[in-house]
């Protein structure tokens, strides 16, 4: 695979991830409140814990958000860098 190929593979992930309304008020609540962990978030958008777990696995799995600080009950971050990266090249479009 070339590295366009790499990038545009990346990007697809990414806007896939963010287009789900569900995930798109995830990264918006992170953005606004800062880190946060599965319960505050499961408060927020008011669905199953199961459910929104599952949607920070999307987020995790497209490089949109990490896993911060210890343990299983850690919390999670916005990946700056990675949404750096993505308004750089959705810009480039």
């Known amino acids: 695979m070339t590295a366009t190929t790499l990038d545009t593979d990346r990007l697809a992930t990414m806007l896939r991830a963010l287009g ?26 008011e669905l199953a814990q199961s459910t929104v777990s599952e949607h920070l696995r999307v987020l995790k799995e497209a490089g949109l958000i990490l896993q911060c600080g210890p343990g299983p009950r850690s919390g999670y971050c916005l990946s700056r860098d990675a949404l750096l990266w993505l308004k750089q090249n959705v810009i480039a479009l």
Do not use: I, S
């Open 20 to 45: 789900h309304p569900v995930r798109l008020d995830l990264v918006r609540t992170m953005a606004e409140a800062g880190d946060a962990n599965c319960m505050d978030l499961t408060r927020h958008v």
